[in-house]
């Protein structure tokens, strides 16, 4: 049996640009791709905190060190700069594999600067 878990999120980051015009994706700090592991061109499913769209696309990298979360093409009509996101990507694994993945979690400042990384949530308690 397979699997599909959480492979890596990008907690509350921040849009910094939507580009309707661009051939499409979200362009993602360079730097950012590579510590969370999400590939350029890589699914990834984003998750609109202001207005609750959902929505997927495919991450591209932008310059290491920019903080850019830019929503690209038809996306952008569904997040605009300054909207706090959600980005995930997925991954299939099969029953044996699931019982030891851990994603990754990235966790972001209103600047795009990461606050701290993790592989696991807290568990939410009751109440």
Known sequence: MQITML?????RATV???????????AIDGAILDLSGIKE????????????????TYAIRAEN????FSVNG????????GDLIIVCAYTIVD???????????VYFNEKNEVLRS???????AAG
């Open 95 to 105: 029953q044996q594999e699931s019982e030891s993945h851990k994603p990754k979690l």
């Open 7 to 11: 492979k890596a999120k990008l907690h």
């Open 41 to 56: 061109y890589e699914q990834i499913q984003i998750y609109n905190i202001n207005n609750g769209a959902r929505f997927t």
């Open 118 to 124: 993790a592989t696991s949530i807290p568990v939410q």
């Open 16 to 26: 910094t640009r939507s580009e309707l015009g661009y051939e499409g994706s979200c």
């Open 74 to 81: 038809a996306a952008a009509r569904l997040a605009c700069p």
């Open 65 to 68: 060190g920019s903080g850019v």
